[in-house]
Every structure is written in C-alpha cells, then in structure tokens.
C-alpha cells in the first residue's frame, strides 16, 4: 500500500478534525482502498502534485470536467477577463445565452435549457420538471446508476453508495422513494413489465447511457431504444443523464451515438455537467421546448440557484467548449483513450491476470473480470480486494486512478503519448504483483 507521507497524513488529520471524514466528497476519503488520499496542491496538464511534491498522471480530472487537462492557456485566460469584470451577479448575462447556444449547436434535442451549479441540481429540477410537465409521480430509474444525490435518486445509485455498502442512503424517509422504481440496467423485459404494471403513471425514465457509477457499463442498443419507445408510447419523459459523457465521450454526448444506431433517437430531456464546465460548479438541463416552457416564469415548476449561470463559470465553460468544438479533437481523444486500454489489457495478458476494459472518446473503465459486465449484479463479481492492490500498486508509482472499482476513469488531450507508455508499463509491474 501507498507510504503514507508526513504532508498527507498531517493535512488529512487536520482535515478530519474539521469536515466529517476530512473531506467534501466521499469518494475521496480513500475508505474504499484503504490508505491516506494525495492531498492536492496543483494540476498542470496532465498532471498533479500532492502535498509532497510527488507528480501524479491524473487519470480522475476532477472526476470528469478537465477534458482539456488542467490549466489550459484558453480556460485559464477566460476565466481571469471573467474574474476582473466581476464574480456574481445573480441577474442575467450575455454569456450564459452563448453558453446555452454553444450546448444546443451540437446537442440538438435540447430546444431550451437552463444553468444550475451542480449535477445533483440538474438531476433533481429535471425530475421535478418531469413530474410538473406530465403530471405523473413514478419515476424509473436503474439499478447503479447515479443521477446525483436529490432524496428520490438515492437509491440503489453505484459508486457512492455501492463503496460504502448501503442501497440507499439514511435520511432518505420511505415516502419519499415509494414512487422510484429501480430496475436492472439492460434489462429490457423488466422495463416492458414495468411499464405493463405501471405506465400511466410513470412520468420519466432516467438513465445514464453509459454507466460511469459502477465503474463503465455501456446501455445496450436495444435497451436504449426499448426505453425509447416504451416512454413515447405511455407519455412518459425520457431523460438521459449526460453529466458523465456529455461532451465527454463525443462533441454530441452519448446520445449522438445512440441517434446512429436509432433511427430518430432523441431523448426527452438531458442532464449536462462536469466537461460543461470545465472544471467549474456548472451543470445544466434542457430539451424539448413545450417541456421546459413548463418551467418558472413561464410556468408552473418552481425551480431557481443564486449562482445559476455565474459569469465566472459560463466563461470556463464556454471556452472549454470551444476547444473541444476543435476539428479531430474527438478522434485523438478516443485514440489515445483506447491506446491506455488496449496497452493494459496487454499487460494483463502478458502477466496472466484476467482483465477486460472499455472506453468512449475520452471516458473509460477497466475490471480484473475476464469479461464486461451488463449490469450492477455482474459489476459486483469484482473482487475488490484484488482492485485495490492494483490501485495502491498504481498510486506507488505516481499514477493517479479513481479509489473506488465502481468509478470510471478519464484521460484528457493533455496525456500524452508518452503517459500512455508509463501508465502501462507501471501496471505491468502492478499485474505481475498480482499473478504472484
Ligand atoms: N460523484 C463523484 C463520483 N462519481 C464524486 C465526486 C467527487 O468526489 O469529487
């Protein structure tokens, strides 16, 4: 396991005197993997440095947003002609309509769209939308997918929970998720039998499409387009949560490459977040007009945030769009992304240890399993033990990887080529350990 190191272990314990666990977010706490978490003190490209000065290939970004890797030239001079002119206004700019433009010109089911501050809040107005617009309380939601923590969603939602071993999270009273139904992801027969059962009254069907809560599970095509249909025909809401792979995993999300395989393919509405930001508090929801017209002022869903739209955010936002808007941006991203993949399902191999993997643009995940799982029961046959001597082994050797097995992983256009080749020989190292 990972030395623990005199900067580390003293911030943590100072940390964990002041904020439950010593951290904002769970996940960060190391509990999973065991060990002290890289306290963190600056992130240039592809890199990051601890509070001991250690550099570390940064294969989380922030758990998404830094597409571009960190402090981008481009991101980083918007943002300070953005701070110099003001950091709130809580009233309206001219950016956020160019932001929201910027989103609509490569995701064309979102007709309008509206800025909050968080995915959790993209995920909770969009439910709250769907269940205003359609006037219906069931919500349908799948097994390990994570749609950020409102009451309703939490339960049954991968990684944050799945860590820490419980299905939903306390505080969470019964009444308040008796109209979740939670299904297996890629399950498309009991999505049918639950909409025989229950269709009139399910006013959405949410979903990642592709899972990035239980580490990287694709939604198959026929599932995607069951849920498709199955919401047209009861006049249900189909959302599609695109925090993860929006602008992530290609210019138009991941919905883009389903509308290639569905004749048509639009969801109803979508949750945007992380790569939208660029590495500030900014997500967004949006699609069909008559839909979001149902929101307040223009009508009867109460939905509102102090720094929604915050001019310091939009203009982090919209020039990591720009960049990614870049001819070929998408090809080399996925190229390399599947170079990191392929190049450790090699060394896996070489070593004997079983390994699959999987990736889109530049989102990816791996198991020591000999083959992808479907759904959050198969994520489970990982044996997490064995995950996390393959963590600690590569975090030994400067390699920065998610510290839970249910996270997926990001590589961004400032990995080179080179940061490819030492990822993989470390983690040869790492799978010779383990054959061992
Ligand atoms: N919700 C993130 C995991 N999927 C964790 C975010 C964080 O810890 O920063």
């Not at 978490?37 to 600056?42: A, K």
């Not at 959302?239 to 395989?261: C, H, N, P, W």
């Not at 017209?293 to 009508?299: F, K, N, R, S, V």
Request: contains cysteine; charged residues 15%; neutral net charge.
């Amino acid at each position: 396991m990972t030395d623990t190191t005199d900067h580390n272990l003293s911030l943590f314990h100072h940390a964990q005197a002041l904020i439950p666990g010593g951290v904002n977010s769970p996940v960060r706490a190391f509990r999973a993997v065991g060990g002290t978490p890289s306290f963190i003190t600056r992130g240039q490209g592809a890199y990051l440095w601890d509070a001991d000065g250690r550099r570390l290939i940064d294969y989380i970004g922030s758990w998404g947003p830094m597409i571009l890797g960190h402090g981008h030239p481009a991101v980083l001079e918007a943002v300070h002609r953005a701070v110099a002119l003001g950091l709130s206004f809580g009233a309206p700019t001219e950016r956020e309509s160019e932001l929201a433009e910027a989103i609509m010109r490569h995701v064309p089911s979102i007709e309008r769209l509206r800025l909050v501050s968080s995915g959790t809040e993209a995920g909770m107005s969009a439910i709250r939308l769907a269940r205003g617009a359609t006037g219906r309380s069931k919500i349908v939601k799948f097994n390990g997918c994570y749609h950020g923590h409102a009451d309703a969603l939490l339960v049954k939602a991968g990684s944050g929970l799945a860590t820490f071993g419980h299905a939903t999270s306390a505080g969470v009273p019964e009444v308040v998720v008796q109209d979740t139904l939670v299904l297996e992801y890629n399950d498309v027969a009991q999505l049918e039998a639950a909409f025989a059962l229950h269709g009139d009254k399910i006013a959405c069907v949410i979903m990642e499409p592709i899972a990035g809560n239980m580490n990287f599970v694709r939604a198959s095509v026929p599932f995607m387009r069951a849920a498709r249909a199955l919401c047209t025909k009861h006049g249900a809401l189909l959302i599609i949560d695109e925090v993860m792979t929006g602008f992530r995993v290609a210019l138009g999300g991941a919905q883009s490459l389903y509308a290639k395989e569905i004749a048509g393919f639009q969801p109803d509405l979508t949750m945007l977040g992380k790569v939208v930001g660029g590495g500030m508090p900014l997500a967004a929801f949006g699609g069909r007009r008559d839909v979001m017209e149902q929101l307040a002022p223009l009508g009867p869903v109460y939905q509102a945030g102090t720094l929604s739209g915050n001019p310091v955010a939009t203009a982090c936002g919209l020039a990591t769009l720009r960049e990614v808007g870049k001819p070929g941006f998408y090809a080399a991203l996925a190229e390399r992304t599947r170079a990191l993949i392929t190049g450790l399902a090699q060394a896996a191999k070489a070593e004997g240890v079983p390994f699959c993997g999987d990736s889109e643009g530049g989102m990816m995940g791996y198991f020591l399993l000999p083959a992808l799982p479907g759904n959050y029961p198969e994520v489970l046959q990982s044996d997490g033990a064995r995950f996390n001597r393959f963590f600690h082994g590569l975090l030994d050797r400067g390699i920065y990887t998610a510290p839970a097995l249910y996270e997926a992983g990001f590589v961004s256009a400032a990995h080179t080529g080179e940061d490819i080749a030492t990822t993989v020989a470390a983690a040869r190292e790492v799978f010779r350990e383990l054959a061992n």
